[in-house]
């Protein structure tokens, strides 16, 4: 079902958290709202979710106004944090709980209590009390529970905060599949980049209650709109050096550098001063325009290195590149960048 | 860090080297263990002192007849009409008791003795010896006419001197053991037997003797009944009205209403709490006088002014009610308020996207979390409702008429403060054991109920 934020507002108090924003969600897509904590991306779910009410504008599901409907009655399934499982029941008295709640029939709510423990791969344990399961396997207790009376809407909010790193992954695409499978709607909140691109059709990227921009990870990656769009994504991050332009060309101060303007990117004015990110991948032994440096920190990943490149006016840089040693700490290099990667931004942070 | 850690260890070897043998001679102290009991002492010895002697002590004095009459040491043996109609009534031995109770008069060394000691003639001493020794008198007149024909004629004044020390009758006469008893009866009737003995001691005892009779008192009694379902009715409906269900009322709306109110609310049904009794029941005592708050209000309605505590059972029953229940629920409140603190705000917001509207939510939610604060709290108030005492005693005092006497201060009236003014501790202490083995018993009971084992179990974690 498609989900509409028109023109919402939410504060607490005198603290105004999020104002006037406006999110449409389509049906059957999966969206993330990521950003940084106290962003208000878990403020606006349960705004969705009814728990809290919103101060101003709507909500919409499908065409029916939400915006004064009790949460009891918005028919959303939510994946809270910490699951809030209800320890006292056990796993198939939880999942049947909303149904239950809603006095369908004993045999429908056993069917479907049966076919959505089926989905999500816990037919096994129906008989345990969530303080009897693995972080997982309540996870999984969780997605069930808010799956099992097809709700309009799935809300996830940091589900995998709780995971250890294996788990975590193995739960990023179970997510991922349990949503396919069922076609739902879905928002995912969370503050990891990575879960955010490897799960979801599109992320909403939110700073200080607003969404900075909406695109699908791979068009938000190549094309962040501002800096904090493009140091949000990617592990390691993007590196940030200041530069001037002139004559065409990007001078970064003090360091000796000069960078072409990236193409389909305007030319500033000479002397304007602009911020210039390179990512760590764009940095290396390949490149059209070279940039010197002496290496000042090496941390080997197996795969891959990275260096940290300090310049001569004290900025540094990222790279990341295939294993090797023929570089070692300390050692003065010249390496290049590619320039058709780089990435330019106002002062203001705003995309150039 | 480890090249650190070693140089210490060397450094300190001396040291330890001389400290070994002054550990050694602490011999057992130095164990956790042993320790722990040193410093448990004191605890234990108060445990001791105020919790387990007074349980035993009444268990001890239940199996007596202790009361102001024995009083509480040992008694002496007293013959007296009562005591020697119930060796005829009780044992059966209405001959001997006659034989006893007559006044008896035997003319024996002692007594001829006793004469010289107090320095009558010697001639009329001889003659007694000589004419009468052994005889035995039933009267003092026959005697004293045996003594005024005595050659050496005493006088009259004389004659009653000497037929005193001749007196061996029991009637009234006390003393202070067994062997004195037995003495003088046998001088009476040389072949008493031990059967006999034995009743005589019995009936004649006045201390206080170890006795089963409390318990088949307190068996066949009819006062017992009454007193139980009193006692049933009142824990049961102050518990059930007030200790658990006004208590989670309090604690369910106070949860739902905002966090100040909801302060201040819960502190205003503290206050019988931590009012004292006499002032919080003399409150109560003020509103059900016959000129009191409920009365003078009444009577702008035309209502006779009474005593509305006192004036029927019912009424007294309520206001008893009443008065426990408010004190009692402020516990059950604070203990019920807390734990639904403790329930995860996550789980109401679960439920409520599940569906589950506030009622659903306090059936679904919030009760299944209350079960280990339910039972505390219903164990604990059966135990202090079974022994509350002090405010019936200010409001009722188990009035009108017995019909809110309860189980504790029935052993009160009866142990120490009654109209007869004989306390019967022994009666009462059994009384009291009867309450201790009832809370004991209904205790087990509690927690088998509430599956006290399910409760504790070990969670079976796997990742």
Redesign the interface.
């Known amino acids: 079902m498609r989900i509409l934020l028109d023109k919402f507002s939410k504060s607490f108090g005198d603290v105004r958290v999020i104002e006037d924003m406006t999110l449409e969600i389509n049906d059957g897509e999966m969206l993330a709202l990521l950003g940084p904590s106290g962003c208000g991306k878990s403020t606006t779910l349960?705004a969705i979710?009814?728990?809290h009410k919103v101060t101003g504008g709507r909500i919409l599901f499908g065409d029916r106004d939400m915006t004064g409907v009790?949460?009891?009655?918005?028919?959303?399934?939510?994946v809270?944090?910490?699951y809030?499982?209800?320890p006292?029941?056990t796993v198939a008295e939880n999942i049947a709980?909303?149904l239950r709640?809603?006095k369908l029939p004993e045999a429908e709510v056993k069917r479907q209590m049966e076919e959505m423990a089926n989905l999500v791969h816990i037919e096994a344990l129906l008989d345990?009390?969530p303080?009897?399961?693995?972080?997982g396997q309540q996870q999984r207790v969780a997605l069930a529970?808010a799956l099992v009376?097809r709700p309009n809407v799935l809300l996830l909010d940091e589900p995998l905060a709780n995971l250890d790193a294996k788990l975590r992954l193995e739960m990023r695409s179970e997510i991922r599949r349990i949503q396919l499978e069922t076609g739902i709607t879905a928002i995912l909140v969370t503050h990891d980049q990575v879960e955010a691109m490897s799960m979801c059709d599109r992320i909403a990227i939110m700073n200080a209650g607003e969404i900075i921009q909406i695109a699908t990870p791979q068009e938000m990656y190549r094309n962040p709109r501002t800096a904090f769009v493009a140091g949000f994504l990617g592990n390691p991050p993007i590196a940030f050096i200041d530069a001037v332009a002139s004559n065409g060309t990007l001078t970064v101060k003090d360091a000796d550098i000069r960078l072409p303007v990236p193409p389909n990117t305007e030319t500033p004015p000479d002397g304007t001063p602009v911020i210039v990110g390179i990512r760590p991948e764009n940095l290396g032994r390949d490149g059209d325009a070279p940039i010197r440096g002496r290496i000042s920190f090496v941390e080997t990943q197996g795969r891959e290195n990275l260096y940290d490149l300090t310049l001569a006016n004290g900025s540094v840089l990222r790279s990341i590149q295939r294993e090797s040693d023929d570089v070692s700490l300390n050692d003065e290099v010249e390496w290049r960048v590619r320039s058709d990667q780089l990435f330019l931004f106002a002062q203001n942070g705003e995309r150039l | 860090m480890n090249a650190s850690r070693d140089i210490a260890q060397d450094g300190s070897a001396p040291f330890k080297a001389r400290a070994v043998p002054a550990r050694r001679s602490l011999g057992w102290l130095n164990s956790s263990k042993g320790l722990g009991i040193v410093l448990l002492m004191p605890a234990l010895m108060l445990v001791v002192l105020f919790f387990l002697a007074p349980v035993v002590l009444t268990a001890v004095f239940a199996f007596t007849n202790m009361s102001t009459a024995t009083g509480i040491t040992g008694g002496a043996y007293q013959v007296s009409p009562g005591t020697l109609r119930v060796l005829s009534d009780r044992y059966g031995m209405g001959e001997l008791a006659e034989r006893l109770g007559q006044p008896t008069y035997i003319v024996d060394e002692e007594g001829l003795a006793a004469l010289e000691e107090m320095g009558i003639e010697p001639g009329i001493i001889a003659g007694l010896r000589d004419d009468h020794l052994g005889e035995t008198y039933s009267s003092r007149r026959e005697f004293e006419r045996e003594i005024r024909d005595l050659p050496d004629r005493p006088s009259t004044r004389t004659v009653k001197q000497i037929s005193a020390e001749f007196s061996r009758s029991l009637a009234n006469a006390r003393f202070r053991n067994a062997g004195a008893l037995v003495a003088a009866a046998e001088a009476i009737d040389p072949d008493l037997g031990d059967a006999e003995k034995d009743a005589l001691l019995d009936a004649t005892y006045t201390g206080w003797t170890w006795t089963t009779d409390n318990f088949r008192r307190l068996a066949s009694s009819p006062q017992t009944t009454r007193v139980l379902l009193n006692t049933v009715f009142f824990v049961a409906l102050t518990l059930t009205l007030f200790n658990t269900g006004f208590a989670m009322l309090l604690a369910i709306t106070t949860h739902y209403i905002p966090e100040r109110p909801a302060g201040i609310f819960r502190i205003i049904w503290f206050l019988p709490r931590i009012s004292p009794a006499v002032i919080y029941v003399l409150l109560w005592k003020w509103l059900a006088w016959d000129t009191g708050f409920i009365s003078a209000f009444l009577d702008n309605f035309g209502v006779r002014p009474r005593n509305w505590m006192l004036g029927s059972a019912t009424n007294a029953w309520v206001f008893v009610i009443l008065i426990n229940g408010f004190v009692g629920a402020s516990m059950g409140m604070v203990i019920f308020a807390s734990a639904i603190k403790a329930i995860?705000q996550?789980?109401f917001?679960?439920?409520?996207?599940?569906?589950?509207?506030r009622w659903?939510q306090v059936r679904?939610?919030i009760l299944?979390?209350l079960?280990w604060p339910i039972l505390f709290v219903t164990c604990y108030q059966t135990l202090s409702l079974l022994t509350a005492i002090d405010h019936i005693l200010l409001s009722t005092d188990g009035g009108p008429g017995g019909a809110t006497e309860v189980w504790s201060l029935w052993v009160y009236h009866t142990a120490l403060n009654n109209y007869a003014g004989n306390l019967q501790y022994g009666y009462g202490a059994a009384m009291a054991l009867v309450l201790v083995i009832i809370g004991v018993v209904l205790s087990l009971i509690y927690l088998r109920l509430f599956n006290y084992n399910a409760l504790i179990i070990k969670?079976?974690?796997?990742?």
């Open positions: 349960f979710c009814g728990i009790p949460s009891q009655e918005r028919n959303v399934g939510v809270f944090q910490s809030a499982l209800y006292h029941m709980f909303p709640i809603r345990r009390r303080a009897e399961l693995s972080g529970r009376r | 995860p996550s789980l917001h679960a439920a409520s996207v599940d569906g589950a509207y659903q679904h939610i299944p979390h079960k969670p079976r974690i796997e990742h």
